[in-house]
Structures are given as C-alpha cells and as structure tokens.
C-alpha cells in the first residue's frame, strides 16, 4: 500500500453530490458545555471545500464510549450548535444514524446544506464493523471522505466498512497526516531523527524497530531508557524498568550498531527520591543512580547533547516526553527537547498524546511542521502498520 498515493477530495466531483465525511468530533463535555472544540476546528477546512463546491455534506462521529447504546449524555447535539456557530449556517441534526429520521433528513438535503448524524457508537455495530450497519450507512451518500486521523486504526464501519459501499477519499486532516508522516517514513530529508519518550519499552518495541530501518539517529528519553541502561548492568537505583525487556533492549542497541543508527541515551538524570512532585531533586550521571533515587528527567548535560543532534536535523520526529513533565521540577527535559525541535531547520512532525500536550502548553505548536491528530494512530503509523481507515481509500490512478 502506497500511503502516498491516495485519492483526496481535490481528485473527486462532489458537485451537487452527497458526501459522507466521517470527523472525529470526540471532544471533552462539560454537561452540554464543549470545553475544548480544537477536534471541530481542524474539520473545518474540508467541510467547507465541500459546501464551496457545492455538495451535500452529511458528517459522522462518535463521542465518549456509550458502549452500543444510546446514551444522551454523549449526544453530538453540542457538537452540531458548535459547529453552526462556526461555520455561520445552521448544521441539521439528526436523531439517528441509520434511523428514519437520518435517512429523511440526507434524503431532503440541498446543496450547501450540512447534516450531522447522532453519535455512530450508539450502535454496537459500528465497533464491530457489521457489514449490513456500514451498507445502511453508505446508502445516504454517493461518496465516502474520511477525515478522522484519530480513529483510523480501527476498523470500524464509519471509519472503513463504508468504504466497501462508495467510492473512498481523504479530507485534508487525513490528506496532511499522510504527506507528512507518511513522507518522513517513505522519503525523509536526511540527517532523519526520531526522539522517542514516554515510560515504556514495551510500549514502542514497534516503533523502535521500524525505525531503526529508517533513521540516522534515534534518541531514547523518558522512563523507557532505564531499561536500557539496566541491560547495560548500570546503576537504575529505584528507576522504572522492565525487567523482562532487557533481552529486547540488548537486541535493539545491537541493530542499531549494525545499521550504524547513532542511539543516543541520556549521559545523565534529574532523578528524584519519591514520585511526588514536592520531592527532592539531584542530578546524576548516566549508571550512577544511587539505591532510593529514581531517574524522572534527563539532566542538563543531556539536554544539549540532545539539542546538538537535533540542531543537525533535515527531518524530526517526536514521540513522547522525557521526563514526568506534568511535576514542574521534571519537565526542563522535555522544555529542552521542544525547544531544540522549534528551533531547528528541520520538518517536524510531533505524534500524538503528551507530546502535543507539552508542545501546546510551552507555546511552540506553531513552530512545528505537523502536529499528529491521532495519538494511537500516529503510534500506529510510526510502526509501520496498516491503518484500516486509510487502507481503504481509492489510489489515484
């Protein structure tokens, strides 16, 4: 599959048709209160390419986790006001999927109009990506789009059933995800480096490996690189480790060496004496941990050997932090990192979860190339696997 080569709504008619756009609308309620609408914002731009040339556009998202049934607290209602408001028409609401109300609502839809239906998981058959609910679904359209980055690793009916019913095409969200995390993974400018944090191996044994295929520098932070340092026989003190990844940590550092991939560890660590944000703080050499100190930071020292190898970078990519940045007195690492990042010259792609959190709350959001919508997804898409909601759009021809 050549994720590079799919079709998007710029390679499709959608005059006068209707058009199934499947978002990810999953954003935080407070009661009917949305109190955080990024998710409604970044679909903007493809629902209204579609309404500027005129189709029909009928919109599908879940919301929350209502488990097949029909909750109202995890109605798309919110959604669909929020969206009027910021589109500057009305948005009609259905109150079904699949229902009659859905299917009389798509039925009198004009051009330039917007439907949105009610939440796809009050149906237990959207998760199980039931034939007969995805072919329900498509027979209100004449065209499929998806735009949900965030969900398309699963293969659920909105994200890729219907797509067995309509001709398949991305939004721009999806269209943006791919040339940029699919270019750096296919054709990266070089030196290519991948920064990966977060607290376990485990976690990115994929990643790990499929990058090791591709970059020319990785760097291990975050409490993942404890592990490795234990299957090098150093001194973790009372750091996190996996103990039975240490086999796994020796194998990866030995690949490394033998693709001649710089692997850069941390030379040394704000370590803590608990795990609570009011503990006590001292910095430690890489393997000098002392028994009743725990690595939670990388040092400064680390800091700018990091920063130095980003500095060289023509391609970054940045998944997870370096510390426990959510305690003011561990979050320098990660500051460093994001900063090296914003400064450098590089494309740079940040994917997905504490990452974007930390870019967005330093203030640097703007100063990267792409910041991943998905954060499995991107975790996904980093590994190499195929993501049902994007395998299955047409190819150009």
């Known amino acids: 599959m050549n994720v590079l080569n799919k079709m998007s709504i710029n390679d499709i008619d959608v005059s006068g048709k209707k058009v199934l756009v499947r978002c990810d609308f999953n954003v935080p309620l407070d009661g009917e209160t949305i109190t955080n609408d990024k998710r409604i914002v970044a679909s903007l731009p493809t629902i209204q390419a579609l309404l500027d040339k005129n ?3 009928i ?16 109605s798309l209602a919110p959604v669909a006001k929020r969206l009027s408001e910021l589109l500057g028409r009305p948005v009609i609401m259905a109150k079904d ?16 109009e917007v439907l949105l239906l009610e939440n796809v998981r009050f149906h237990k058959e959207e998760e199980k990506n039931d034939p ?14 998806n735009d949900a980055f965030g969900t398309a690793h699963r293969a659920h009916a909105s994200t890729a059933g219907v797509a067995d019913y309509l001709p398949a095409v991305c939004g721009f969200l999806i269209q943006k995800e791919i040339e940029f995390m699919g270019g750096a993974l296919e054709r990266p400018e070089r030196p290519f480096v991948a920064i990966l944090g977060g607290a376990k191996v485990s976690d990115k044994i994929g990643v790990i490996t499929n990058l090791l295929d591709k970059v020319d520098t990785l760097i291990i932070g975050g409490g993942m690189a404890y592990t490795f340092y234990k299957a090098m026989g150093k001194n973790i003190g009372s750091s996190l480790c996996e103990e039975d990844k240490l086999d796994l ?31 006590d703080m001292e910095i430690y050499d890489n393997g000098n941990i002392p ?15 990091f920063a130095e190898a980003i500095r060289s970078a023509k391609t970054v990519i940045w998944n997870g932090p370096m510390g426990v940045f959510e305690f003011e007195k561990f979050a320098g690492g990660t500051n460093a990192v994001a900063k090296a990042v914003a400064e450098s010259n ?31 997804a991107s975790l996904e898409f980093l590994e190499g696997l195929e993501l049902p909601g994007i395998a299955c759009l047409n190819e150009k021809k």
């Open 55 to 57: 189709a029909k556009v």
């Open 59 to 74: 919109l599908c998202s879940h919301l929350g986790r209502p488990k097949g049934e029909f909750k109202p607290e995890f």
């Open 97 to 112: 999927v699949i229902g009659e109300d859905a299917k009389a609502k798509a039925a009198a839809l004009k051009e330039g």
């Open 132 to 145: 007969a609910f995805a072919k329900e679904l498509a027979s209100l359209a004449e065209i499929y789009v």
């Open 249 to 279: 940590a020796r194998d990866l550092m030995k690949k490394a060496e033998e693709k001649k991939v710089q692997f850069l560890l941390p030379i040394d660590n704000r370590c803590g004496n608990k795990f609570d944000k009011d503990c």
């Open 291 to 305: 028994e009743g100190w725990m690595g939670l930071d990388i040092g400064p020292k680390t800091e700018q050997l």
């Open 346 to 376: 590089a494309v740079s792609i940040i994917g997905g979860g504490d990452s974007v959190a930390a870019v967005t709350k330093l203030g640097y959001a703007d100063k990267m190339s792409h910041i991943s919508t998905g954060g499995g």
